[in-house]
């Protein structure tokens, strides 16, 4: 039995002392040699997702962190409320205090190091005695500026084990040592010495050669990349913490008649609570009085707000528009809507795409093999004659540019990035391995009820008889059906209101037992029935009508008064507005839409024709829609699942991807890769679209991590760098991986 199936708890560990993907790996491998455990471990998010088994406890977890040599703590999972807010001001984050203390270490460092490069590069301002003063200048900076690195390296060799810490701590002490031999016992001490700056290394026996600006300078130059890289990766995870941080603090609940305001930890299931305009709703709910308009942009990503009334849904954080509401909590805390999409972006976060997989396999034993290297290096231009000089500058460029940093941040900074954007556009990936399936896709399954039409019953067409009035038509109609709950008669209705047809009054109303629905109206009968139930004859007109409609799929009721038919009332399930250019934008992206559905192939081929689908699949059960896509997979093509119904829920996980429309059933969106929380066919397009950019963001971004580890060792082994230039170019690797990731942050929306 593996150990993703005996575990049975999770566990999230925020990690202390990570410096670079080597650490990530290592500790990911601590954690593994548990028995029951599946670890991963995230260099960027600097957290370990954990899966358990009930043998091990959270402190077993912990204590295998420690003896990697590191430090955790367990995570607070986000909860969608801002409840701690006032308190998590007061104290800022850990990163963030972090930051501050690199960010004076580096300002520091940077200062004490510009004098010592500048001397270092202009031969002629090189004074007597100079070099002395670029030690003391130096030495602070060598040893407190690059106390991080060195710290860490001696962790390290305390657990048998290598760091970029180590490459950095060894290159720069190697430097600075040389520079203190060449000062005290060589001949570089002497006053009046100069020597020149040269970014290639030249021979000699470095006896009069110093190399602190190579020292200073690597430390300052990776200090900076460090510093950015962290303030970075801050900015990575904006979209994540404004998602936890966006509920209410405050609450007004109903108490006896009276409003109180207590903080929203103290908001309770099955309480009611008050919201006023421009408040954001506290928690998920059920409006019980009141109506107005919701915006949900921060939920759906969509600008236009949606109106609520009695009996409507709420959810938490959304705002209130107008009006004023009162709500009955349906769920608080961890268990809110918000709560789970901010647990969702998050495990995305927390997991790997499979191309990180390799990154995470090279870094892991790089470090041992550089420190290989520059060792080799080293020998070699001792051996062919080149000069302590030249070897010790080859050696230590080789251990200061190959470190693996850039490898790590390549994955989790666009991941981070790209499932935070998501989220602001409403759309929710379960796992980075989502990304390589979006990828692949080349046909998306469509379900039709609620994915492209709305499901709902709306009047799509009014047919009155000759000499008939149709606002007349419909206000009767509207009058009758307004005593049914049938939803054929609540879309009648629903339909009148938005015209703002003032209905009659009616009289003696009687439902016909499955026929329809009758009442009088000043005195006269009116009937709503089924074609087959109608009192009187129907004409060559309203049979084609009926026909017509029947055909497509549509429900046409008769109305009839004064003894004769008045009309046909064409009820339908119409085509949402956006379907038919998403649909159109899909083709354009190369994607191949087929409409899969359960009803009947005349409605099925309409909406298709509406929308611009060309193949239709119809007439098929739940097991029928798995089997259908089991056959296109088995004609060679990769499929995306569309859907929001639970006889969606076994497509859409036996698909090669799932996007479950937020606006479904909690079946389908808990079966899906995917959660589309708008339930617009856009959001299937900006999803694919976000998918393939995060990815091909990352395989840009291990590009060129790779490319430069493998350009820039055979330079640096040459004695073709600085090491000033070598530290310069490494930070600079790090650093653009990350900006390339947030590049992201600026993905807008296809249909804008």
Known sequence: MTQSIVAERELDLELIGM???????RIERKLNKLDGVTATVNYATEQAHVEYSADTTPEDLIGAVRAAGYDASPVTPPTGTAADDDAAEAAPSRAETELAALRQRLIVSAV?????IVLAMVPSWQFTNWQWLS?????????????????????GARHGTTTMDTLVSVGTLAAFG????????GTAGIPGMTHGFDLIASRGDGSSHIYLEAAAGVTTFLLAGRYFEKRSKLRAGDALRALAEVGAKDVTVLRDGREVTVPIAELTVGQRFVVRPGEKVATDGRVVAGASAVDQSMLTGESMTVEVAVGDVVVGGTVNAHGRLEVEASAVGADTALAHMAKMVADAQAGKAQVQR???????????VVIAIAAGVLGFWLGVGGGASLALTAAVSVLVIACPCALGLATPTALMVGTGRGAQLGILLKGPEVLESTRRVDTVALDKTGTVTTGEMTVAEIIPADGVDEADLLARAAAVEANSEHPIGR???????DLGLALPETAEFRNLAGAGVTAFIDGLRVSVTGPRDVPVPLDDRMRAAIAAASERGATPVVVTYLDAVAGVVVVADIVKPTSAAAIAELKRMGLRPVLLTGDNAGAARHVAAQVGIDEVIADVTPDGKVEAIRRL????????????GVNDAAALASADLGLAMGTGTDVAIEAGDMTLVSGDLWAVVDAIA?????LATIKGNLFWAFAYNVAALPLAAAALLNPMMAGLAMAFSSVFVVANSLRLRGFRSRRS
């Open 19 to 25: 410096t670079c993907a080597s650490c990530a790996n």
């Open 112 to 116: 004490l190091s510009l004098p010592v």
């Open 135 to 155: 030690l003391t200048l130096a030495a602070p900076v060598i040893v407190w500026g690059a106390l991080p690195f060195h710290r860490a390296a001696l962790a």
């Open 178 to 185: 040389w520079s203190i031999y060449a000062l005290f016992w």
């Open 358 to 368: 390799l990154a995470d396999r090279i870094s892991a034993y790089f470090v041992p």
């Open 491 to 497: 879309a009648v209705v629903a339909h009148a209101a």
């Open 633 to 644: 997979q088995e004609s060679g093509r990769v499929v995306a699942m569309v859907g929001d």
């Open 690 to 694: 976000l998918s393939r950019k995060t």
